[in-house]
């Protein structure tokens, strides 16, 4: 549940391409231009604009010089994506063994494994406000840039090069064109029906268990999150780790969410809007170093209706705010509150307009909720972290939050 932009069009495109498909059949994608505006301050707002050309101006404009680092910079950044989602991504990482491979060990060469990401955006820029704007996709992936991977610049390319898109309808429309394409290939769906045990026999599964019966299978996949199928659903004897093991995994941050519906319009804001007016390094601490409820977080805000007309009736808005946190915090509506009128007060002082009295929807998620609805791990809301620790063949398959089994029915 990160910034919404931050999903990569061609992976989706790809997996159409597997059923001579393609996303254009079900959903109508719209490039976002600006693709979101930075608040720095109230009068101190940047808009990064789609077309290039724009872009150059815009990183010259806050640092002269800087037009020609980032053409640098997202050279590299688009050879880390091309080797990575060409070359990793869909590997299985079950051993070291698959990775050995001449061709691919001289490609990560140049992925910058080991080298951080803050390293490598501040030996390219200079400017804070411009160093932020790099740094902050990496802020979910579970470490703090100075922690994390250089080869993560790959998702400033994804972000600044290949563009921020948003699927007419929402992004369900793209859970609803997988279904409507499963549906089509035969596939049945059963909602609500929770898994509660994997039945193991001889090493295979046997049969699984759920709140409405049991299914056999000839083969079981679960995309559930990994540390709840590995220690609730199977018995000790089949599990892959063990609670020591689990407990000293590093994951990704959690996220208190405020889903929003207000009975009239907000200027001037964009559909993506960052708002950088804290200090980033204390948040980032925060989450990561020493994990608490944050002071004075950064946050983001998404209002769709801003491009797509039926996310909101007419002359109403349809916002939602994410502040990242760390996982395992402590979490009840005492907290939500506090935090609601912080991000609220800010966003009203920024954007120079109230909205609390035209609040005619409101809803919270936080920690609580990524375990009760998805058996997410402390919470977290995006999986494993993306350390060095935890990456490629050092990473175990990542923790993802949904709770679905796939069937393969027995012939």
Known sequence: ????????????????????????????LKRIDPGYRVYFAADDIVDVPADRNDLDQLFESIEPGSATQLAKFLKQAKHKYMVGMGEYAFRPSHSITEFIDFNLIKKSFSLQLLSSMRKHVYSNFKNPKLRQLLEFPVLFLGAAPQDTPAMYSLMNYADLALGTWYPMGGMSEIVKAMISLAKSLGVEIQLDTEVVKIEVADKKVSYVKTDRGDFTA?????????????????????RNYNKKYWDSRVMSPSSLLFYIGLNK??????????????DFEQHARQIYKSPQWPDEPLFYVCAPSKTDSSAAPEGCENLFFLMPV?????????????????LLSRFESITGQSIRNNIVVKRSYELNDFKTDYHSFKGNAYGLANTLGQTAFLNLPCATSTLVIYFIPVS
Do not use: C
């Not at 549940?1 to 498909?21: H, I, R, T």
């Not at 999150?225 to 004897?237: A, C, E, I, N, S």
């Not at 996982?327 to 912080?342: H, M, N, Q, S, V």
């Open 1 to 28: 549940m990160g910034p919404s932009w931050y999903w990569m069009p061609d992976v989706f495109e790809n997996f159409f391409a597997l059923f001579d498909k393609k996303p254009a059949d079900y959903y109508t």
């Open 218 to 238: 000839d083969m079981v996949i679960a995309g559930a999150d990994y540390h709840h199928v590995d220690q609730h659903l199977l018995d000790k004897p089949h």
């Open 326 to 342: 760390a996982p395992g915090l402590d979490d009840d509506d005492t907290i939500r509150e506090k935090y609601f009128e912080l």
């Open 265 to 278: 319009k907000v200027e001037g804001i964009q559909h993506h809007n960052l708002f950088f007016d804290a």
